[in-house]
Every structure is written in C-alpha cells, then in structure tokens.
C-alpha cells in the first residue's frame, strides 16, 4: 500500500491496467458474459469509471485492496 502512495509511476500504471481491465470486458460479447456469470462484471465496469471520472478522489486503499484481493480472484475465475 504505502509503495503505491509513494510512487506515482507504480500507481498510474496499476489505475491503467484496471481501466483497460474494464475495457477489455466491456468488448467480450454478451454470450460469453452469460456463461460466466460468476464473473462480476458490472463490478469491473463501476471499476473503471470511478477512475476515470473521479480520478482526484480514487481511494488509494480501495485500489490496493483490489489489486491484492480482487485482481487474482478474477484471474482465478477467468482461468476455471
């Protein structure tokens, strides 16, 4: 937590990844969104337009939390 507080690269490049996260499932098609349905993807589109339009007041804990709790969750489920 405190290393993305501190680094400013390390923290752009996270919020990047998890906007083009969000992107890439937007594009999936509606079929595939059904059959994985375990999958919470308006999550993963909240996700992305709260950075995107409240990129000023993004909480640093909730990005954290993500990337350590979230992020490998999904690749468990995208994975299964």
């Known amino acids: 937590?405190?290393?993305l507080s501190v680094n400013e690269i390390?923290?752009?490049s996270m919020l990047f990844r998890m906007i083009?996260?969000?992107e890439n499932a937007k594009r999936l098609s509606e079929g595939y969104k059904k059959?994985?349905?375990d999958i919470p993807w308006n999550a993963?589109?909240?996700l992305r337009n709260r950075?995107?339009?409240d990129y000023g007041n993004v909480d640093l804990m909730v990005v954290y939390e993500t990337l350590k709790n979230d992020?490998?969750?999904l690749i468990e489920l995208?994975?299964?």
Do not use: F, K, R
Request: aromatic fraction near 4%; proline fraction near 4%.
């Open 44 to 46: 993963l589109y909240g």
């Open 51 to 53: 950075i995107v339009h």
């Open 10 to 12: 390390l923290l752009d």
């Open 78 to 80: 995208i994975e299964e």
């Open 71 to 73: 992020i490998p969750e």
């Open 20 to 22: 083009q996260i969000s």
């Open 35 to 37: 059959v994985h349905s």
């Open 1 to 3: 937590m405190e290393e």
